[in-house]
């Protein structure tokens, strides 16, 4: 490792353990790692590594032998995992040791984590299809750039076999964006065929999306009291599930940066179709978030929105989000069934009400595909009646 890596190295530790003192971990817990991440440097140095080579799986085996493994393994992974959300590595250390992938291969899974924030957990199981793929065009003797759409569903017929509908499903989806990218960002394919690789749709319940009237939307609000540094974070996010729509996961991720005060704007990021949005917030919503923010977010350093109320204060989870919301449903008395995700079909449908297209509606939702999102949307009864019976309702 030449001086500028290490010095690179020996800052990033500097800012990680700030990071974990800022979040509330304790003293002998930031000793423990300061030591382990100083013998880690070290361990790097003999011999010098690229930087490229330092948080590799076969690295971190290496140092898990001189040691307590343990905590050598979440000390060095730890770092690993901030300095991949810092983006100053691909890829955080892999649970196992991986197929390296043909450069275009590679290239993609880095813009999925990099331009269309998928999760780690996303491009893992990205990378299984791609594994798969390219061993399918070695095995064959296939190129690439000259594949046909018959060779492409006879992969997905051989990979899909042993796979659950749902699974099946997902992996196609996997390998459209795939096709997608290798026609649109890099020219490698001559035709579009993820246009032609079709998924079927899979219907999951005997009965549609369930979304909530207006008076159960009111019996909601009523019975949330924002006293308590929780209750603060909850009326907040039903606030912001219900007024636009968006998925828990990707409340989870919002951050500071993500919300103009001044202009009344979120700026959505991380989309689960990969589609960022800047969308206006409504003013209660807006004086939700704020009030969350002067009497219930703990002073921390950490840029993203809603944080744990409790020490070390890290950033909130997807499923903390749903339970923030299903709790309030159950306080509210509204019915067993109701999910979070009732909010975002109620959104849905409010808009459909107002006149919304089902077009703009799909671009608000952040939907890949426009059957999505009819799948959202429910027969608009007031509309019927005044078209039909000539009522005014």
């Not at 983006?87 to 999925?112: D, G, M, T, W």
């Not at 065009?137 to 759409?149: G, K, P």
């Amino acid at each position: 490792m030449n001086h500028k890596d290490s010095k690179r190295l020996s800052q990033a530790v500097e800012q990680y353990l700030l990071q974990r003192i800022e979040q509330g971990y304790p003293d002998t817990h930031i000793d423990t790692q300061c030591k382990i991440l100083q013998d880690f440097r070290l361990f790097v140095e003999r011999p010098p590594k690229e930087w490229d080579e330092i948080f590799t799986l076969e690295i971190l085996k290496e140092f898990m032998q001189q040691g307590d493994s343990n905590e050598r393994r979440r000390a060095v992974r730890g770092l690993a995992k901030f300095l991949y959300q810092q983006r100053q590595i691909s890829h955080p250390i892999p649970l196992k040791s991986r197929q390296k992938l043909p450069e275009i291969f590679e290239a993609y899974l880095h813009y999925c984590a990099t331009a269309r924030y998928d999760t780690e957990k996303t491009v893992q199981h990205i990378r299984r299809v791609l594994e798969a793929f390219c061993h399918y065009l070695r095995q064959h003797n296939l190129n690439l750039s000259a594949i046909t759409i018959e060779q492409i569903d006879a992969f997905n017929q051989e990979y899909n076999a042993a796979y659950a509908r749902q699974s099946q499903k997902l992996n196609r989806n996997c390998l459209k964006l795939f096709l997608k990218y290798l026609y649109h960002e890099r020219r490698v394919l001559k035709r579009d065929f993820a246009a032609l690789l079709k998924v079927p749709r899979i219907f999951h319940r005997t009965k549609p999306s369930c979304f909530l009237r207006t008076d159960e939307i009111q019996q909601l609000f009523d019975n949330m009291t924002p006293t308590t540094p929780a209750e603060l974070r909850a009326y907040a996010i039903v606030h912001i599930a219900y007024t636009m729509g968006l998925r828990p996961q990707e409340i989870s991720r919002l951050t500071l940066d993500d919300i103009q005060f001044t202009k009344a704007e979120m700026h959505v990021k991380y989309r689960k179709a990969g589609f960022p949005v800047t969308m206006p917030i409504p003013l209660k919503t807006l004086k939700a978030i704020t009030v969350y923010l002067v009497g219930g977010r703990p002073e921390n350093n950490c840029r993203e929105l809603f944080l744990q109320c409790c020490r070390p204060y890290r950033p909130v989870s997807s499923p903390t989000v749903c339970h923030a919301i299903n709790a309030c449903m159950r306080k509210a008395g509204l019915p067993e069934e109701a999910t979070p995700y009732w909010l975002r079909h109620t959104h849905a449908q409010h808009l459909l009400e107002a006149g919304v297209s089902v077009f703009e509606i799909k671009e608000m939702l952040g939907h890949d595909d426009i059957e999505a999102t009819k799948r959202y949307l429910h027969i608009h009864i007031k509309l019927m009646r005044r078209v039909i019976l000539g009522e005014l309702v």
